[in-house]
Each structure stands twice: as C-alpha cells, then as structure tokens.
C-alpha cells in the first residue's frame, strides 16, 4: 500500500506528548491475537500475503466506515483530463467468533475505574454497567482478519456498481481508493455501499457523502471537543469510553447545527481514538452531530495502559499526517479547524496552517476546564507560542459556546464577499 488509510497508523506509535503511565498492580489485557499458524505467517507478511481469500459471511463481520467523496482529474492517453468522483473505501474484516473469555477484561476495566466499589450502585446499576463494557470492549477483543478480499456493491448516477477490496492488512483493515465516476453527481449527495454478501450485517453498510472542490470544510476533534472523554485522566478515559453513556460537551451540539447551517460545510471527525471505537462514535455522532467521515487510528491494544496511549501519544503527528491526505483531496476548501486543549490540536492545526497557506481559514480551540492537571496547557502563552505568527482574527480559544457565534458569522460573510 503506497499511502496509509486515512484511519491507519503509517508506522507503530511511539512514546510521545503526554504519555500517562498505568497505575501500578492494575490487572492488563493481554495483546489481541489472530488464531493458529497460518494467521501469524500471514501477520508476518502483512501486504505481501499470497493467501488473499474472500471474506466469509459465515466466518467473518464486516465493518464498512463513512467516508466522502472527492472530484479527481483522471489523465487519459491524450493528456486530457477528465473528472470523476474518488473514494477511500475502508472497511474493517473480524473473525465471527472472538474471544469467549470477555468477562476477565471487562472485570479488569470494572476494577480499574473502581466501578465495583461505588458507593450507592446497586446490583442492577453494576449489572447494567458490566453489560456496557462488555459490548465496547468485544471490538477490542475479535481477532482480525488477515489477507481477506471483499467485494461492495452501490449505485452511482443511477448505475449501478461492484468493486473489489482488499487484502486486508495485518490490523484487518482494507483502505483503497475506489473510481465511483458519475462526474454529474451533485454536491451533497449521499448514497450507499453494501458489502457483497453481508446483507444481514448492519455494520456492513456505509454511506459516501459527495463534496465538491469549494466549499467549506470542518475539521472536528471529537475527544473533550465534541465528546466528555476527560482525556488528561487515565480512568477517565476508560469510565467515559466503556462504562457510561457519551455525554456531549455542553452546547456544543446546539453550535455545531450553527456552523452547519451558516457555513454549510464537508464534515470530518479526525480523533486519536483507536478505530474499534468506530460503532460506538459513529452512533455518538448520528445522535448529536452532523454527518461526516469519522478518521481513527488502527492502534492495537496490548494493555490498559496501551489503550490509554493510543488517545494520547504522538498526537500532533498523527493529525498532521491525516490532514495532509485531507488537504490532498481538498486542497481549493476553506477549512475550519475545531479542538480542545488536552492534546495537540492548536500545534497541529497550526503546523497545517503554516504548511498549506490559505487552505486552513479559521482555528478554534475549547479551553478544557473540567478536568485536572490543565493549568500549564490552558496558559495563554501556549496558546501565543502555537499560532505564532498566524492572524489573531484567525484564531480563538474559548469556555463557552456563546463566545463563539460571532465569529463563525465573520466566516459565514466570506461567502457573501465571494
């Protein structure tokens, strides 16, 4: 594979900014393991397999992602160009029958977050949050699916079409940029994609969403951003992520439907969660926010501690790598930039400003204040020192929502001047 999928890791990740360590004696999941000696070979090759063989509706889930639709100048024999619409397909290949042995990492999670000793939950309340974690952590736990091909069929202008997919890779992943056509397709149009055979399979649909070369175009954090994740605290991210339902950051919903309707926007979710995260975001999403491609990560969980580093390390690097391939099919959109201050997201966004001049239009960053250990990252001198020499006016840092429509109008009137 040239190029990393939009939701994969180009590389193994590295101990990076804000690694937080695991509390001593926790219990830890041991890494997720393909079965027998055929899948270790086959780990071992990686995208050289010569064993590709089609998924089986029997054998395997597949997971087709969201995803958005580009216009591409496709080169003839004459050195003529002509447009046609491009997507990154990406889908997710499980075997059917995981690990059978789940209740053991869903009560090392329940003992990690202290769940079991709470004051005042009863059995049901244990009961119900036992169940919770242990949907949101079988993702974890499937074995992948190795140098599997699948084939998804959808309809494009009317015209219908099949494409073939894959080998998946050693994290079970396939990411190919699929040729839709259909050049007249208009802007904002949504069709769907099915994988072939997996009809009984709800996760094996995906939308695409067309968008045109202009336009405006949202970058979202989703993590403290958009969702309370409480990313700063170890056993936050895991009660937030396993044990309770998402929660929105407050108003923030209300705001988003703002944008939407002002600036009327592409939408992409880039977040450092790993990608088996994905059912569960994606219907985070679909219940509080507008529509968009989601981009993870395809970080492996080893342990808790390295579940935990997958929202944390190497976060600058990652987003910027991902833009980069954002701002590929893109490039003539005006781009609005939306994060919070746990991580890396005002130095990556202005990384990206400072790379591509006039692509990125506008930055905007939550000042997280809900959560400890935030004073040295919630410092104004941070901020000044990572939008360096970009526009004050292009940029923000706020506390509440309200503080902000104003200047998401002042975007909105860039289409007025055009």
Not at 79 to 106: H, L, P, Y
Not at 119 to 128: E, I, K, R
Not at 389 to 416: N, S
Request: overall charge negative.
């Amino acid at each position: 594979m040239a190029h990393p999928p939009a939701n994969s890791s180009a590389s193994p990740e590295k101990k990076g900014d804000n690694e937080m360590a695991e509390p001593a004696q926790r219990p830890s999941v041991p890494e997720r393991r393909g079965s027998g000696f055929l899948n270790f070979f086959s780990s071992i090759l990686a995208s050289k397999n010569p064993l590709p063989h089609a998924a089986d509706p029997s054998k395997n889930t597949v997971w087709l992602l969201d995803n958005t639709a580009y216009l591409s100048i496709n080169d003839d024999s004459d050195g003529n160009g002509q447009q046609s619409w491009k997507a990154e397909v990406v889908a997710c290949i499980f075997q059917t029958e995981g690990r059978k042995d789940v209740g053991k990492w869903v009560a090392a999670i329940a003992d990690y977050i202290g769940l079991d000793g709470e004051v005042g939950l009863d059995d049901h309340g244990a009961t119900m949050a036992h169940a919770i974690i242990e949907k949101r952590v079988q993702p974890f736990l499937d074995h992948v699916s190795l140098s599997c091909t699948a084939r998804i069929d959808m309809k494009v202008d009317g015209l219908a079409q099949s494409h073939s997919l894959g080998p998946s890779d050693r994290n079970g992943i396939i990411s190919q940029i699929v040729d839709l056509g259909g050049s007249d397709v208009h802007d904002g149009a949504v069709i769907r994609s099915s994988a072939h055979s997996f009809n009984d399979q709800p996760a094996a649909t995906g939308e695409t969403r067309f968008a045109a070369p202009e336009g405006w175009l949202v970058v979202s954090d989703i993590d403290d951003t958009i969702k309370r994740t409480m990313t700063m605290e170890p056993t936050g991210i895991l009660r937030t992520t396993f044990a309770e339902e998402p929660v929105p950051i407050k108003d923030m919903p209300e705001f988003y439907r703002h944008i939407h309707f002002e600036l009327d926007p592409t939408w992409f979710y880039l977040s450092a969660s790993p990608y088996n995260l994905y059912p569960f975001l994606h219907q985070f999403l679909h219940e509080y926010y507008c529509p968009g491609t989601i981009v993870l990560r395809d970080y492996s969980w080893m342990d808790i501690s390295g579940l935990i580093k997958s929202f944390t390390e190497k976060t600058q690097e990652y987003k910027v790598d991902r833009m980069e391939k954002i701002q590929s099919w893109f490039p003539r959109r005006r781009v609005l930039c939306i994060g919070d201050s746990t991580q890396k997201d005002p130095e990556a966004y202005a990384e990206m400003y400072h790379r591509y001049p006039g692509w990125i239009h506008a930055i905007i960053i939550r000042k997280v204040t809900d959560v400890s250990h935030m004073e040295e990252k919630n410092k104004p001198e941070r901020f000044e020192a990572a939008f360096k020499d970009i526009p004050p006016e292009a940029w923000t840092v706020f506390e509440d929502t309200h503080e902000l429509y104003a200047f998401v109008d002042g975007l909105g009137m860039e289409d007025q001047a055009l």
